[in-house]
């Protein structure tokens, strides 16, 4: 007969391992990571090239695996590119 396996502690603190390598303490409160198809108009996304505005709905292709939306540069509202993300991809945005 097969022994019964413990339970497992619920609840326990986990305070004593160290964080994930891959993982980062968000900088503020108001920026967040989502997938591409979350982005929403108006959320604003910041690079190497300057901080940028969503001015579309994010749409897909490739059967979904990449996904694109329309942006614009903040501070020269002329400058609009389609950024494209693979749909997997974590994006960080600053929602206000």
Same mark, same amino acid.
């Given at each position: 007969?097969?022994?019964?396996?413990?339970?497992? =502690? +619920?609840?326990?603190?986990?305070? $004593?391992?160290?964080? !994930?390598?891959?993982?980062? #303490?968000?900088?503020? *409160? *108001?920026?967040? %990571?989502? !997938?591409?198809? /979350?982005? /929403? @108009?108006?959320?604003? !996304?910041? $690079?190497?090239?300057?901080?940028? =505005?969503?001015?579309? %709905?994010?749409?897909?292709?490739?059967?979904?695996?990449?996904?694109? #939306? %329309?942006? &614009?540069?903040? $501070? /020269?509202?002329?400058? @609009?590119? =389609? +950024?494209?993300?693979?749909?997997?991809?974590?994006?960080?945005?600053? &929602?206000?």
């Amino acid at each position: 007969m097969a022994k019964p396996r413990p339970e497992k =502690e +619920r609840g326990k603190d986990r305070g $004593d391992q160290p964080p !994930l390598p891959g993982t980062r #303490a968000s900088s503020s *409160s *108001s920026t967040t %990571r989502i !997938l591409p198809m /979350q982005l /929403q @108009i108006g959320d604003r !996304l910041s $690079d190497e090239t300057g901080e940028w =505005e969503v001015v579309n %709905r994010p749409h897909t292709t490739a059967g979904g695996k990449t996904a694109h #939306a %329309r942006v &614009r540069r903040v $501070d /020269q509202p002329a400058v @609009i590119e =389609e +950024r494209t993300w693979g749909a997997h991809e974590r994006v960080v945005v600053k &929602r206000g």
